[in-house]
């Protein structure tokens, strides 16, 4: 009997814990500025299935590459678009981007100050170690896409294809890469909108 | 008897705990009102605001390529489709989608975004009462 009580007050304390850590959702589920989660926001995700550009780094203990995450890039980005990879551009790319977001190729894409700030910070930190030199001299490049590593690692891919409705832009990476959104862009992976 | 009591209670807290979740921050109806205090506010002569002139504003174009339906469609009540990325939009009006204009800081940022891209201006609180007056019509 003594024990079923303290077994139970246990369970209280767990449970009281849960809905006081779950409270700030209530009011706020998609709140901007709520610090609550965001120290430990960043996070590694799917380690067997990632990867194309960076050879060393960003590998997980068997090997195989990994895609660091962020939830308010995942939200936020991937609110209009794919959330693009850190690791497609260079850290001046992002950073010049994130600046510029009241006029985000045309859109407005405008954030309030401190999601801006955590998703510019999460870009950078995580961003390629290589130039992702822009292959029409306008440095930074800002569209991954018009990145001479971009090209030249699309030059294989046929004029038809990229006209394709089912492909509509070079932004989109999905019609081909069919595990773009996990962070997969092996060859293995592609499959061509016929 | 202590045991079940004490599992019955358990799930009694996880149950409320749960459904507090779906408690939003503030309810459509509740943004109407507050665009009519700014509306009256700003506005002499407001008479407040009419579905179908949101209806017109929601569907027609103001200057730039875009209209508010471009991307949300004709039918607020279905999946939208951005203009550019064809990313889906999940349905604009509340009866279909119980999420819209709960979240203060949602609505800002999409209005703001969305009138520049459509109009090149912020939205008045008129036009923004008009269009959610029109989307709370809506039912299907």
Known sequence: ???????????????????????????ADDDDDDDFQSSSRNSVMSSSQVGDDTKSRDRSKNGSRVLVTNEKWKDECGACHMAYPARFLSAESWRVMMTGLDNHFGSDASLDAATATEISDFLQQNASRKKRKSANGIEPALRISETRWFKSEHDEVAARVWK??????????????????????????????? | MLRTLSISGLMLITFVGLSMRQVYAQTP?????????EATKNMPNFQGFSAD?????????????????????????????????DKPIKPLAPFVNAERFTNPKKIKKWFKRNCNDVLDRLCTP?????????????RK
């Open chain 1, 164 to 194: 394709s409705p089912k492909v509509k832009s070079p932004s989109n990476c999905a019609a081909c890469h069919t595990k773009a959104e996990s962070g997969s862009f092996r060859e293995r992976d592609i499959k061509m909108p016929k």
């Open chain 2, 53 to 85: 002139r949101g209806e017109t504003f929601f569907k027609m174009k103001h200057g730039n390529d875009w209209s508010c339906s471009s991307c949300h469609t004709d039918n607020p009540a279905v999946t939208g489709k951005h203009a550019k990325t």
């Open chain 2, 29 to 37: 109806s509740d943004l109407l009102a507050s665009l009519q205090i």
């Open chain 1, 1 to 27: 009997m003594l024990k079923d009580i303290r077994n139970y007050q246990w369970l209280l304390a767990v449970v009281a814990l849960t809905m006081i850590i779950s409270v700030p959702a209530v009011y």
């Open chain 2, 126 to 138: 008129q036009e923004k009462g008009d269009v959610l007056a029109y989307l709370l019509t809506i």
